[in-house]
């Protein structure tokens, strides 16, 4: 592929594919965090809300990443399973914006994942009310003092009942790479079963969006 277009021809044959070699791009492009993503949900009332937060996996099944599940962003999950996230790979002049559903990752899942991650971030999740409004930075840092206490140094962290990971099924993935005068281009997979496989070609079907 031609840098700066992105024609039909070029395009892999399935979404996973293609992700991949755009994820490797932006790995080698020596971008600080490049599995960065903008997640959006959608609460009871209507509101939206955006965050970022690190893509921990992408497989077949779809894309998947970790998080407190009381926070803002697991209780409108768990309330309305529909979200979108973007990656926002600006040097490049690309995104990729995924659209889907969630459902909770399996605990076994969870659990390894959790367990391979920093001790600092595994007395983190326990320490942090996420999403909660707190009086202080000094509240925060008592947590913390009382939960070193609770798994001293030299013992496992257990993972929190209240922590957990998503798996997003896309329903459509959109790569968009910017060209000049702002006639992007924007092809993007549509899932024609549900769910859909994202690395079957027989599952998607390709669509050119105006820019």
Do not use: C
């Amino acid at each position: 592929m031609n840098a700066g277009e992105l024609r039909e021809q070029d395009l892999a044959g399935s979404p996973l594919e293609q992700f991949q070699a755009w994820f490797a791009e932006a790995s080698a492009a020596g971008f600080p965090e490049p599995n960065a993503m903008v997640l959006s949900t959608v609460s009871a009332d209507g509101q939206p809300s955006s965050r970022t937060v690190l893509l921990k996996g992408v497989d077949r099944r779809g894309f998947s990443f970790f998080t407190n599940l009381t926070s803002r962003k697991g209780g409108e999950l768990a309330a309305n399973p529909r979200m979108s996230l973007v990656f926002p790979w600006y040097a490049l002049q690309r995104q990729v914006v995924v659209v889907g559903r969630v459902d909770l990752l399996a605990r076994d899942e969870v659990a390894d994942y959790f367990a391979s991650r920093p001790r600092g971030s595994q007395l983190g999740a326990w320490a942090s009310h996420q999403s909660q409004v707190i009086a202080g930075r000094d509240v925060l840092e008592r947590r913390v003092d009382e939960i070193q206490a609770r798994f001293p140094e030299g013992t496992p962290v257990a993972l929190p009942d209240f922590w957990g990971g998503w798996l997003v099924h896309p329903l459509t993935v959109e790569f968009w790479q910017g060209r000049d005068s702002r006639l992007h281009d924007r092809l993007r997979f549509r899932a024609v079963v549900e769910p859909a496989d994202l690395g079957r070609p027989d599952d998607w079907t390709v669509e050119r969006l105006s820019p």
